[in-house]
């Protein structure tokens, strides 16, 4: 299957699952939501922050869209009713859980922008509610 998705993407574009899969699963184990949703909520957040690593892809979606991919994907979650934030900001054992688990991650490691303790502290104030966290 990995094979027939990378294979009808162009080669200049496929670059792997990156930071929205790579944190998805330690994520969806501290909120208890199904791996799919997770990767949604986390979707709008990623693409914001790796705009500025790949402005020519970022436009091309853009242009693809028809309009800015972070806010077509924030009404996208509001329309189908999926959530828009995550519980509060983890505890610093769980914090660091899911730094063990996505830093080393294959999929953290396509992503444009290195996912480093930064990036992922970044991710998930822009995910968890009520809390700046980090």
Not at 84 to 102: K, N, Q, V
Not at 107 to 127: I, K, Q
Request: proline share 10%.
């Amino acid at each position: 299957m990995r094979e027939s998705v990378k294979l009808s993407f162009p080669r200049n574009v496929w670059l792997g699952p990156g930071a929205v899969h790579g944190l998805a699963h330690p994520v969806g184990l501290l909120y208890g939501l199904p791996h799919g949703v997770v990767c949604a909520l986390l979707l709008p957040h990623v693409l914001a922050l790796n705009a500025a690593a790949v402005p020519h892809k970022y436009s091309r979606l853009g242009e693809a869209m028809g309009c800015d991919p972070v806010q077509k994907v924030r009404e996208l979650l509001e329309v189908l009713d999926l959530p828009t934030a995550l519980g509060p900001y983890p505890d610093p054992g769980w914090e660091r859980r899911i730094m063990d688990d996505a830093l080393p991650s294959g999929s953290a490691r396509a992503n444009p922008v290195p996912v480093d303790e930064t990036y992922v502290r970044e991710v998930l104030r822009g995910v968890c509610s009520g809390c700046a966290g980090g």
